[in-house]
Protein backbone atom coordinates (compact mmCIF):
# COMPACT_ATOMS: atom_id res chain seq x y z
CA UNK A 1 0.00 0.00 0.00
CA UNK A 2 1.45 3.19 -0.43
CA UNK A 3 2.13 6.44 1.54
CA UNK A 4 -1.24 8.29 -0.22
CA UNK A 5 -3.74 5.30 0.24
CA UNK A 6 -2.30 4.73 3.39
CA UNK A 7 -2.81 8.07 4.72
CA UNK A 8 -6.44 7.95 2.80
CA UNK A 9 -7.22 4.92 4.96
CA UNK A 10 -6.19 6.17 8.07
CA UNK A 11 -7.92 9.29 7.88
CA UNK A 12 -10.92 7.36 6.61
CA UNK A 13 -10.90 5.20 9.61
CA UNK A 14 -10.69 7.97 11.80
CA UNK A 15 -13.13 10.51 10.96
CA UNK A 16 -15.56 7.37 10.64
CA UNK A 17 -15.20 6.28 13.76
CA UNK A 18 -15.50 10.16 15.56
CA UNK A 19 -19.25 9.77 13.55
CA UNK A 20 -19.78 6.66 15.41
CA UNK A 21 -18.99 7.85 18.44
CA UNK A 22 -20.53 11.32 18.16
CA UNK A 23 -23.76 10.89 20.81
CA UNK A 24 -21.62 7.98 22.73
CA UNK A 25 -21.75 9.62 26.55
CA UNK A 26 -18.75 7.66 27.30
CA UNK A 27 -16.67 8.26 24.09
CA UNK A 28 -13.78 10.26 25.06
CA UNK A 29 -11.77 7.06 26.09
CA UNK A 30 -12.23 5.28 22.78
CA UNK A 31 -11.42 8.37 20.83
CA UNK A 32 -8.84 9.21 22.84
CA UNK A 33 -7.32 5.63 22.15
CA UNK A 34 -8.22 5.96 17.88
CA UNK A 35 -6.75 9.18 18.36
CA UNK A 36 -3.48 8.17 19.54
CA UNK A 37 -3.67 5.28 16.64
CA UNK A 38 -4.01 7.56 14.08
CA UNK A 39 -1.63 10.00 14.98
CA UNK A 40 1.46 7.41 15.08
CA UNK A 41 0.45 4.63 12.84
CA UNK A 42 3.20 4.01 9.80
CA UNK A 43 2.66 1.75 7.01
CA UNK A 44 4.77 -1.47 7.37
CA UNK A 45 5.22 -3.03 4.19
CA UNK A 46 6.64 -6.37 6.04
CA UNK A 47 2.72 -7.24 7.72
CA UNK A 48 0.93 -9.77 5.91
CA UNK A 49 -2.42 -10.28 7.35
CA UNK A 50 -2.78 -14.62 7.81
CA UNK A 51 -4.84 -16.60 9.62
CA UNK A 52 -2.93 -16.35 13.04
CA UNK A 53 -2.70 -12.49 13.38
CA UNK A 54 -5.92 -11.34 12.31
CA UNK A 55 -7.09 -13.32 15.43
CA UNK A 56 -7.56 -11.20 18.54
CA UNK A 57 -10.73 -9.16 19.96
CA UNK A 58 -11.12 -5.81 18.18
CA UNK A 59 -13.28 -2.47 19.46
CA UNK A 60 -16.00 -1.99 16.95
CA UNK A 61 -18.15 1.15 15.67
CA UNK A 62 -20.44 1.08 13.10
CA UNK A 63 -23.09 2.50 11.40
CA UNK A 64 -26.28 0.65 10.26
CA UNK A 65 -27.54 0.61 7.00
CA UNK A 66 -30.15 2.05 5.00
CA UNK A 67 -31.03 4.35 8.79
CA UNK A 68 -29.46 8.03 9.26
CA UNK A 69 -27.41 8.07 12.37
CA UNK A 70 -27.89 4.93 13.85
CA UNK A 71 -24.42 3.56 15.07
CA UNK A 72 -23.02 1.27 17.35
CA UNK A 73 -20.76 -0.04 19.03
CA UNK A 74 -19.20 -3.57 20.20
CA UNK A 75 -16.98 -5.87 20.49
CA UNK A 76 -15.31 -8.58 18.21
CA UNK A 77 -13.60 -11.46 19.09
CA UNK A 78 -11.57 -13.65 15.90
CA UNK A 79 -10.61 -17.26 16.98
CA UNK A 80 -8.80 -19.62 14.45
CA UNK A 81 -10.24 -23.24 15.18
CA UNK A 82 -9.33 -25.90 13.10
CA UNK A 83 -7.98 -23.86 10.18
CA UNK A 84 -10.84 -21.88 10.59
CA UNK A 85 -11.61 -18.09 11.28
CA UNK A 86 -14.61 -18.22 13.44
CA UNK A 87 -15.88 -14.67 14.77
CA UNK A 88 -18.28 -13.73 17.60
CA UNK A 89 -19.80 -9.92 17.82
CA UNK A 90 -21.22 -9.15 20.85
CA UNK A 91 -23.11 -5.17 19.85
CA UNK A 92 -24.32 -3.00 22.17
CA UNK A 93 -23.48 -5.29 24.92
CA UNK A 94 -26.57 -7.50 24.30
CA UNK A 95 -26.99 -8.49 20.41
CA UNK A 96 -25.14 -11.80 19.27
CA UNK A 97 -23.60 -12.81 15.95
CA UNK A 98 -21.45 -15.48 15.22
CA UNK A 99 -19.40 -15.43 11.77
CA UNK A 100 -17.09 -17.45 10.00
CA UNK A 101 -14.20 -17.10 6.96
CA UNK A 102 -11.27 -16.76 5.81
CA UNK A 103 -8.63 -14.51 4.41
CA UNK A 104 -8.14 -13.46 0.50
CA UNK A 105 -5.43 -11.15 -0.39
CA UNK A 106 -5.08 -8.91 2.65
CA UNK A 107 -8.47 -8.97 3.63
CA UNK A 108 -10.67 -10.62 6.08
CA UNK A 109 -14.36 -11.88 4.56
CA UNK A 110 -16.48 -13.43 7.03
CA UNK A 111 -20.44 -14.48 6.74
CA UNK A 112 -22.11 -13.15 9.74
CA UNK A 113 -25.24 -14.23 11.16
CA UNK A 114 -27.68 -13.26 13.62
CA UNK A 115 -31.22 -13.61 15.21
CA UNK A 116 -33.70 -10.65 15.56
CA UNK A 117 -37.24 -10.74 16.65
CA UNK A 118 -37.17 -14.42 16.29
CA UNK A 119 -35.90 -14.24 12.66
CA UNK A 120 -32.39 -15.44 11.59
CA UNK A 121 -30.56 -12.16 9.36
CA UNK A 122 -27.41 -13.11 7.27
CA UNK A 123 -24.62 -10.76 6.11
CA UNK A 124 -21.16 -10.50 4.52
CA UNK A 125 -18.19 -8.55 6.03
CA UNK A 126 -15.21 -7.20 4.44
CA UNK A 127 -12.72 -6.35 6.80
CA UNK A 128 -9.07 -4.21 5.42
CA UNK A 129 -6.37 -4.38 7.45
CA UNK A 130 -4.53 -0.85 7.56
CA UNK A 131 -2.51 -1.66 10.42
CA UNK A 132 -2.47 -4.64 12.15
CA UNK A 133 -4.49 -2.48 15.05
CA UNK A 134 -6.49 -0.46 12.36
CA UNK A 135 -9.35 -2.41 10.28
CA UNK A 136 -11.31 -1.07 8.34
CA UNK A 137 -14.68 -2.82 7.45
CA UNK A 138 -17.87 -2.42 5.18
CA UNK A 139 -20.68 -5.15 5.49
CA UNK A 140 -24.35 -5.78 3.93
CA UNK A 141 -26.82 -8.29 4.69
CA UNK A 142 -29.79 -9.93 2.55
CA UNK A 143 -32.31 -7.62 3.34
CA UNK A 144 -30.26 -4.43 3.13
CA UNK A 145 -30.35 -1.52 0.46
CA UNK A 146 -26.96 -0.18 1.01
CA UNK A 147 -23.63 -1.11 2.58
CA UNK A 148 -22.68 -0.23 5.82
CA UNK A 149 -19.19 0.43 7.70
CA UNK A 150 -16.99 -1.23 10.98
CA UNK A 151 -14.32 0.28 11.88
CA UNK A 152 -11.89 -1.41 14.83
CA UNK A 153 -8.92 -1.01 16.60
CA UNK A 154 -7.72 -4.53 17.83
CA UNK A 155 -7.22 -4.44 21.43
CA UNK A 156 -4.13 -4.66 23.64
CA UNK A 157 -2.79 -7.30 25.20
CA UNK A 158 -3.22 -4.65 27.95
CA UNK A 159 -6.54 -3.76 27.72
CA UNK A 160 -7.26 -7.77 27.53
CA UNK A 161 -5.97 -7.83 31.29
CA UNK A 162 -3.00 -10.26 30.03
CA UNK A 163 0.42 -10.36 31.04
CA UNK A 164 2.62 -9.04 28.52
CA UNK A 165 5.45 -11.79 27.14
CA UNK A 166 8.66 -9.41 28.74
CA UNK A 167 6.87 -9.87 31.89
CA UNK A 168 8.68 -13.05 31.64
CA UNK A 169 11.97 -12.04 31.09
CA UNK A 170 14.69 -10.18 32.41
CA UNK A 171 17.83 -8.92 31.68
CA UNK A 172 19.14 -10.80 34.45
Known amino acids: MNEQIFQQNLTYWYKKSKVALKYR ?14 QYAEPN ?10 CGVYE ?35 QTQTGY ?17 EELFNGIVAY ?3 TPEIVIGKWTEEIALENAFEMCRKL ?13 FSAN
Do not use: C
Not at 45 to 54: C, E, I, R, T
Open 101 to 117: GFVFNDTLVLHFNYWAE
Open 156 to 168: SPNELGEAHPEDF
Open 128 to 130: QFV
Open 25 to 38: EDKDRELHKRKELY
Open 45 to 54: PDFNLSMVNV
Open 60 to 94: VVGGNPDVKDSFYTGLLHIDLISNQIEAHWLIEGS
